[in-house]
DNA sequence: TCCGATTTGATTGAGTACAACTCAACTGTA
DNA sequence: TACAGTTGAGTTGTACTCAATCAAATCGGA
């Protein structure tokens, strides 16, 4: 494994904005930033938009599926999913196979925000700024970084 | 302005893992998951840790130069502040000269906690698994992603 | 000098995050 | 069929995040 050869040694002070790690949270939060006016007209909060995404791709999925597929554990998870249960927008069925697992299913109310979240989507997508090549790149690249991050984590 | 080309069109179904914002989103995640058993020992938090990065690279600023900083509003920096007061790292100041002001000052207790916080980002960087090169280029972009949204925020 | 506008830090409320825990339901094995 | 161990969802407690709001202090123009 190829080691990080720092301009600046571990023992000397450093400046957050050299910090890979406050690039990435700030990026993050600045387009979530981007959605949040959006999503809000859907009376949608960003973790929520994931869900609903994760929901639509496929329905019926377990809460602990939906955790992974949004990298959420259950204990954010299930007061949400009360809230979008709630606001109408899912069901949850406790599955009769396995009455552990509950299922989330959409409503008819749940899949006709569908193409406004979409629409919300390509607005903040184009306001990046990145062409499409650019944009798979960096998507692509994050997501090694994650994965690269998430191996090590067990020895760290 | 180049606009994005984008392979899905807008009113499609998109997934999860091919959104921009969940890369980053999932990317940051894995990160500060990745900070997080080395800043418990220093009885840290994250963004307490950003915080402290702040105070350290110079003394008695204001509660708002520090947000700016650390891009943290005065919502979650006045508790955030309180915490690190309570546990003896840092002083609060009420200035003289501005009674609106607090200025923020490192205490001998919070100095000692630099050299191993140093030492715990040294480890995640590592893990990382990126060249010094790879390092500075993907924290060089994310910055410009950054900029470039948050300036077409105030039109979204 | 007076007074309205602005600035600064703090507070509140709703909604994430996450660790630690609970508990019912399931599994494999003897 | 017992039953120890595991799994899935939910709950609790602490902390972060942000919008909205507030009070005090300051500033600036008339």
New interface residues.
């Given amino acids: ?7 600046r040694p ?26 949040r ?2 999503l809000a007209e859907l009376s949608l909060t ?1 973790p929520q938009y ?1 869900t609903m ?2 929901v ?2 496929r329905d019926g999925r377990s809460v602990a599926d939906l955790g992974s ?3 959420l554990d259950s204990g954010t998870l299930s007061p949400l999913l009360r809230r979008l249960e709630q606001a109408g927008l899912i069901r949850r069925v406790r599955s009769t196979h396995d009455e552990r697992v509950v299922h989330i299913f959409v409503t008819d109310r749940g899949r006709e925000l ?2 406004r979240a ?2 919300v ?12 090549d650019e ?1 798979v790149q ?2 692509s ?3 090694r ?2 994965s ?3 191996d ?2 067990p020895h ?1």
Wanted: aromatic letters at 8%; one cysteine or more; proline letters at 3%.
């Fill in positions: 494994m190829e080691q990080v050869a720092l301009a571990a023992t000397v002070p450093a400046k957050v904005d050299e910090q890979l790690c406050f690039a990435l949270y700030a990026a993050s939060k600045a387009l979530t930033a981007a959605y006016r959006g960003y994931l995404l994760a639509w791709e597929a949004v990298d569908e193409p979409a629409a989507r390509a607005r903040v997508e184009a306001a990046t700024g990145l062409s499409a944009f960096v998507r690249m994050l997501h970084l994650r690269t991050v998430l090590a984590l760290l």
